[in-house]
């Protein structure tokens, strides 16, 4: 089993920034990548950002240029995992999700809220 904890969401202005930190206990040995996903009220569950074991990104359209996305590694597997999130917009308000995906299961931590002023 693994666990995640988010933590560093919040109230902020729009053009602000914000950075949400995970760390993940339990079971790592093994996890291969980690990534954020945000689900706005009444929507789907998006991808935002994700990084391999590799260091490979992957962000979702609306957040390139503005989010930053990177992570720290023990004994070869991801263990904590960053989103830097710059130049904030109303419409980045969500509940933000860190996941870690170990043997091709996801695991899900528990959301922070981030909401974005006008």
């Known amino acids: 089993q693994v666990q995640l904890v988010e933590s560093g969401g919040g109230l902020v202005q729009a053009g602000g920034s914000l950075r949400l930190s995970c760390a993940a206990s339990?079971?790592?040995?093994?996890?291969?990548?980690m990534g954020w996903y945000r689900q706005a009220p009444g929507k789907q569950r998006d991808l935002v950002a994700f990084i391999s074991i590799g260091g490979t990104t992957n962000y979702a359209d609306s957040v390139k240029g503005r989010f930053t996305i990177s992570s720290i590694s023990r004994d070869n597997a991801k263990t904590t995992v960053f989103l830097q999130m710059n130049s904030l917009k109303p419409k980045d308000t969500a509940v933000y999700y860190c996941?870690?995906?170990?043997?091709?299961?996801?695991?899900w931590g528990q959301g922070t809220q981030v909401t974005v002023a006008t």
């Open positions: 996941s870690a995906n170990r043997w091709s299961y996801d695991y």
């Open positions: 339990g079971s790592t040995s093994g996890i291969s990548g």
